[in-house]
């Protein structure tokens, strides 16, 4: 490793509150681990995610951490995640928070909440309100560390093969939507499913399901849903979706402390990184969706269905804060932080943009 590197580290892992100093470039041993995505192989966006990270990890680490990432068509478990990481079958892995509700319902609420926090407020709330400890506390049971994976921004709300009028079209209606939301909906009459990405179009395409949501315009156009279902309608359910690296907690303490401050950093750049690339792709695919597919027609969903999804949605939150007193400690704190931050980006970006419409 060159010597500027070299010193770039070790100032790094210095600053990092925490370090063991004396352990820093201690021994050259290689460590070899391997990280379970939930998507498949070279999956745009997400994907790259995990590559840039393993990418970083190896040239800081001067190649003493070495991480193989396996696919969905490689450990044939794209939801399983949770439990690779959670017994070391995988000391890392990338995926979703909100697809372990089953297991623990608090894990939920870090990834995103209707209504919620925008993608920097969220940022803002992790790191330095408190959101990164709450999430260590639900997490910290299962032996794995958690941490942010990558944000795609705010989610449009789904592609319909039907347009939607009425809360009377929603009665019935099957659709693929993880996490909260999919149960705000079925309060509604909604049949909501967790399918794999690689499944969605086919059970789009079969009548399996009569509706999805996915990404966005950065991912969604490439998938092609636009063929079978041309109402695009605008976000509510998901506007800051995180995703996790998961870290098996024993793995993670056996290695030495530089390397522990390397796998940190990488995660984090990679994370960010996301979040760039996804605005990108998002403003482009945005253009040639209005450009080249005049049949897809964007929509936002009327006013009275937006404001029973809001009432169900507040009674469920309400709801779970009264059985599970984490649940609340967790609420509280993302409600309160909100009403803060709401505050700061009304004076900054929603003045700003509204008066670029004078």
Known sequence: MKQSIRSFLLFLVIALPGANIPSVFADDKVYRWRLAETWGPNFPIFGDTTKNMAKMVEEMSNGRLLIRIDSAN?????LGIFDFVKNGQYQMGHSASYYWKGKDINTMFFTTL??????PEQFAWFYYGGGEALMKEVYDKYGILSFPGGNTGNQMGGWFRKEINTLEDLQGL?????????????ELGVKPTNIASGELYTALERNT??????VGPSLD???????????????????????????NKKAYESLPADLQAILKIAMKAAAYDMY?????ESALNLATIQTE??????????????????????????EFAAKDPMSKKILDSI????????????FSDRAYLDSMDD
Do not use: C
């Not at 156009?221 to 870290?247: D, S």
């Not at 006013?303 to 009674?315: R, S, T």
């Not at 409600?335 to 009304?346: G, I, L, P």
């Open 114 to 119: 209707p209504f919620g926090m925008t993608t």
């Open 209 to 214: 399901i009569d509706a999805l949501e996915w």
């Open 221 to 247: 156009l490439r998938m092609g849903f636009h063929k079978i279902a041309p109402y695009y309608y605008t976000g509510w359910h998901e506007p800051a979706t995180e995703l996790q690296f998961m870290v």
């Open 276 to 280: 760039s690339q996804s605005m990108h």
């Open 293 to 318: 597919y005049p049949n897809v027609k964007i929509k936002t969903f009327p006013e009275p269905v937006m404001q029973a999804i809001k009432k169900a949605n507040d009674k469920l939150l309400a």
């Open 335 to 346: 409600q309160a932080y909100a009403k803060d931050a709401r505050a700061w980006t009304n």
């Open 74 to 78: 490689r450990h044939k478990s794209a």
């Open 174 to 186: 099957k659709m693929r939507i993880p996490g909260f939301a999919g149960e705000v909906l079925a």
